[in-house]
C-alpha cells in the first residue's frame, strides 16, 4: 500500500490588513479586549477581485512549485471551503480551470474549520488505496463576505486566506499517519449562516434579518473546543502508534490563543510545540492550519522527518487531527515548462474550451 507523503505546500493571502483599532472604529470594541479574549492583532481583508477561487488558485501554485510538479500531474483536487464561490459549481472545479489541471477530478468538501484535516485524510486515504498518485488539498476562505460588520461578538475574529498541500504517493514509508473525524450535529445552530442555503433560500426577509451572515454562539463555542482539541490529538497520535512525546510540532485549528493553551494545558505540552499566527491573521477557518503549517516550515519550526499533529474543530460541528511525519520538499526536476506558468496558460486553455463549446453550438444547434 503507498504511503502518502505531503510534498509541497503553499499559501496566499490578501496585502489588505484590517487592524483591532480598525475594527473599533465599526463597533463597539477596542485592541486590548480583542487582544486578551482572543489573541488577534489584525486579519487580511480579501479586495474585491479576488475570491475564494482566487486566493486558492495562487497557494496551489505555491505548493506545485515546491512539490515541483505541474498542474497536470493531478488526478485529484479537493477544495475545504464554507465560502464557496457559488452552491454549484463547485470551487474546486474553478480552481481546476484556473489552473489548468486538465486531469484531475475536483470537488468541494464542507467540514468548515475542520474541513482541512478532513480533505488531507480523504486525499491521503484516495492515495493509498491506489486511485490517485498526486492530490491537491486546499483551504481557502473569504469569511469576510459573510461577516455582519455591525456584530461585535464575530467580526473580531474572522479573516480571509488560503493555504495547499500536495499529496504524492511513495513507496517510502512516512507522511500521512493516523487522522481521526468527529461530527456532532445536535451543535449545528451554535455556529451557522442560516440562510442562502435550500433550507432559508435569499429572500427580502433573510436579508432584511441577516440571516445571510455568520451566527455564533461564541461562549458554547470555546467551551466545545476546549474539550475536544486535546482528545483528538491524541486520538490521532495513538493510532499512528506513536507517543505524545514523540511529537516536533501541533498545529492547531488558529481560532482563540485561549483555545490553544487550553489544549496545551489538556496535553500537558509546552506552548513553545504550538504553531500560533492567530495575531496576524485571526480565524480564517480551513485555511488556518495549511497557512499556519507554511509559516512554520518558513520560520523552521518544521522540518523533514519531524512527527508533527494538525487538529481542527469548527462549525457542525466537526472536529478531526490528523498525524504526519513531515517529509519536505522533493528534488526538483529541470524542465523548461514551469508550475508558475500555468496561471498564464490556463485562461488561453479556458477560452478556447468555451470557444470550442461555442462553435460546436453553432454548427451542431441546440438539440445535438
Ligand atoms: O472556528 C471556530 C470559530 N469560533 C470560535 O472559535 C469562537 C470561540 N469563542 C470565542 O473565541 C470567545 O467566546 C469570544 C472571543 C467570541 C468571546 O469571548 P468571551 O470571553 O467568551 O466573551 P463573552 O462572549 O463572554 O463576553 C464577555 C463580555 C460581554 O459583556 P458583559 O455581558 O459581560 O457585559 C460581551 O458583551 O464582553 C463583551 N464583548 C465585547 N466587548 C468588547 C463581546 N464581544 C466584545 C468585543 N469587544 N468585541
Redesign the pocket.
Known sequence: MPYAHITGWGMSVPSKVLTNDDISKM????DE??RD??GIRERRIAEERQSSASLGAEAAIEALKIADLLPTDLDLIICSTSTPEHIFPATACIIQDKIGANKAGAFDLSA??SGFIYGLNMGAQAIRSGSSKNVLVIGTETLSRFVNWKD??TC??FGDGAGAFVLQASEQPGGTYGAVMHSDGSGGDL?SIPAGGSRNPMSELTLRTGMHFIH?D??E??RF?TRVMAGATNEAVEKSGWTLDALDLIVP?Q??L??IEAAARGLKMPMDKFMVNLDRYG?T?TASIPIATVEAVQQGKLRPGDKVVFVG???GLTWGALAAEWTGPRQATRRVVKPGLFPWIAPIRSFLRRLGRLIEGIIFGRKA
Do not use: Q
Not at 27 to 30: A, I, L, M, W, Y
Open positions: 463597533v463597539e470594541t477596542n479586549w480583542i479574549r482572543t468548515a474549520c461585535r461578538n473580531i475574529l455556529l455564533m461564541g461562549k463555542v470555546f473546543a485549528h481560532a482563540n485561549r483555545i480565524n477557518s474543530f469548527g462549525a
